[in-house]
């Protein structure tokens, strides 16, 4: 209970409980430091609760469906196969519930205090924390921003009625006949994806010549695939213009090619990126905190701001917005907090699009290696003649691992296939440790597994595979 507006005392204050903002705080905790943590929605932040975990169920959830539909290819006969949306969506919250608890009680175990409620900056060492019942003032010693990022809403798709963001589209109150899908980039793929397993109609359209635009083509082609298979339609270089909704359906105008088209459906799911969390009434202008034009707050290699004593995380500075680089940021904040030397070293930051089929990148493209001046080498094989791959019922994709020539360093790799979000993490840590395709090809993968893939692909690279013919 705060006497009066006296202020209390903590050595950190930490804004935002998602991935990066309870990272950092446990970490924090760990080296000696009170904390005290500020969420105004939830514990979790986006990614627990609206984001990651949500869709990663709800897509487990359709591909369970399809395989279900289609066992026969195993042998098996499958009939009168439904969805009960209602169960599924059970399920999912079931999963946010377990994780987003199992935060809340890491917090806890680790002497945290947390405050649901908002944060206003009165100085560079001093805060009001908010909501409708009290607003306590703290001092800190330090404190870490990481309020993360919202989806941009354009003005001429507002957010409303049958106009839903990837934060609506995780709970409609049933399975759409058909959804429109603005923007082609990982979250509308996979939300798209998933909707098209559960038997939507699904149209994506896209800007760029294809979709999943920072995906090399032979990884998006596969995608595109698949979609189309599912009877998805796929329109790329085209340009959202407007659209119009009934209380049933949307009716989204686009152009083509010069050429003005017209699509309706149940819903339309604009994807076309997030905005940081840097407006609003944090009250950043008042203690003159350095930022871009794009409202993204400038930090030094250890996530310090502009002000010495407050640092900044996750989608609120330059860079992806993943879970996986803030929780990162957040350890090396916590740690600097400390008076650790640790430092932000972005080497390799792996990306993963839970497509059909997975798609994961880490390090170097071929592409990005060459124009870095390296003398290339590639490694590329196949998921087809893989025996796990064959054994799941799952051969589309490849393993492609780029190298240096000349020394043999591995410098990054792209994966398309079932379980690349994997398998990505063995080429993360051999680029981290500055390992060789010899290292990669003399470590002893188990059989039969796909990681298997990848020590094919290596031995690709140095011109002697066992699982392929030599040309």
Known sequence: MVVGDASLDIDLLVIGAGPGGYVAAIRAAQLGQSVLVVDKQYVGGVCLNVGC???????????????????????????????????????????????????????????????????????????????????????????????????????????????????????????????????????????????????????????????????????SSLVAKKLKAAKAEIVTGAQAKSASQTEIDVTVTYTVNGEDKQVTADYLLVTVGRRPNTDGELGLDLIDIKMTDRGFIEVDDQCRTSIPNIFAIGDIVAGPALAHKAMYEGRVAAEAIAGQPSKIDYKCIPLVVFSDPECSSVGYSEKEAKEKGHNVKVGKFPFNINGRALSLGVNEGFVKIIADADNGLVLGAQIAGIEASNMIAEIGLAIEMGATMEDIALTIHAHPTLGEIVLDATEVALGHPIHAISK
């Open 53 to 219: 975990i949500p869709s990663k169920a709800l897509i487990s959830a359709s591909h369970q469906y399809e395989s279900i539909s289609h066992a026969s290819s195993f042998g098996i006969t499958a009939s009168d196969v439904k969805v009960e949306w209602s169960k599924v969506q059970e399920f999912k919250n079931g999963v946010v519930k377990k994780l987003t608890g199992g935060v809340g009680a890491l917090l806890k175990a680790n002497k945290i205090q947390f405050f649901s409620g908002e944060v206003m900056f009165i100085s560079d060492t001093e805060a009001r924390v908010f909501n409708e019942q009290e607003a306590p003032r703290y001092r800190f010693k330090h404190c870490i921003i990481a309020t993360g990022s919202r989806p941009i809403e354009l003005k001429a798709f507002p957010y409303g009625g049958r106009i839903v963001s990837s934060t609506e589209a995780l709970s409609l109150p049933e399975i759409p006949k058909s959804m429109v899908v603005i923007g082609g980039g990982y979250i509308g793929i996979e939300l798209g994806q998933m909707y098209a397993r559960f038997g939507s109609k699904v149209t994506v359209i896209e800007g760029s010549d294809s979709i999943l635009p920072g995906f090399d083509s032979d990884m």
